[in-house]
């Protein structure tokens, strides 16, 4: 166990150098992401001008939504691991990994977190200036129980993320090029992950079948529950077994695709 955590460890700090590089980068993606929570309160301010209340929330709750969906999503998203999977694979550079002790999924997992420990701290810079300019608006609730259920569910959050995102990178072994795919995924995900409007806007029964899928955990169930939108801990406590059940889901099938497109893989190149 102790050999297995120094060795992803090293992969961990490797990921951790590699993503400082390029620090500035992810700093910059931040601020001009300012533009976007500036267009948020826009587009919603006019909506609630009319309305007190949109589905039972204010205007400084639904903003405070928004602004822990941004948040979350430095913290949690595979920005772009599908692609970098991709291209070890169509180089040949995944062949090291096959000639080693070491398993694929758990190397790229560690880089994963990695860079998201990075983009994670980067996203706090722009909050110091959002924060104060939108303190009057913004809502959270006070109860302590929100962290103790939130932090697994962000965590659980940040495997399927990455999952999705290491599925898409292995069918590379089938295609050529994923792009489409990974684009596809990218729209199903902002419409069903609560990124382009909190999800409990949506009709009952749209809703209700939403809360089996996989988007609804990737961002939307860990922001709804620090933000308040879940109030029922029953409820919460559900949707962490379908967030678990999702998580071993992944785990099974992404092992599946990696063993049958070994199968399909020439060696050549790395």
């Not at 050999?3 to 910059?28: E, T």
């Not at 500036?38 to 928004?66: E, N």
């Not at 965590?155 to 994923?178: P, R, V």
Request: contains cysteine.
């Amino acid at each position: 166990m102790f050999v297995a955590l120094n060795k992803y460890g090293h992969a961990f700090l490797l990921g951790l150098q590699s993503n400082l590089v390029y620090r500035f980068n992810f700093a910059v993606r931040g601020f001009f992401s300012l533009f976007h929570l500036a267009v948020v309160f826009i587009l919603w301010g006019a909506a609630f001008a009319g309305a007190p209340s949109i589905g039972g929330f204010s205007f400084g709750q639904t903003l405070t939504y928004f602004l822990v969906m941004l948040v979350m999503q430095f913290f949690v998203g595979a920005f772009n691991e599908d692609y970098q999977i991709s291209e070890e694979i169509r180089n040949g550079l995944i062949n090291q990994f096959l000639l080693k002790p070491i398993n694929y999924f758990l190397y790229r997992f560690s880089i994963f977190l990695a860079a998201r420990l990075v983009t994670g701290v980067l996203i706090l810079l722009p909050l110091l200036i959002a924060v104060p300019l939108l303190r009057n608006y913004l809502v959270l609730p006070h109860d302590w129980w929100r962290l103790a259920l939130g932090v697994p569910a962000m965590a659980l959050s940040a495997i399927i993320q990455f999952s999705i995102a290491y599925c898409f990178g292995l069918l590379t072994f089938w295609f050529l090029e994923i792009q489409g795919f990974v684009i596809l995924s990218m729209a199903v995900e902002s419409l069903l992950g609560g990124q382009m409007f909190p999800l409990d806007l949506l009709p009952a029964g749209v809703f209700r079948v939403a809360q089996f899928l996989p988007f609804y955990y990737q961002t939307y169930f860990p922001v709804a529950i620090f933000t308040g939108r879940l109030n029922d801990i029953g409820l919460i406590w559900q949707g962490l077994g379908i967030q678990l059940a999702w998580v071993l889901i992944f785990l099974v099938f992404n092992q599946l695709l990696w063993v049958r497109g070994l199968r399909r893989h020439t060696a050549v190149g790395g």
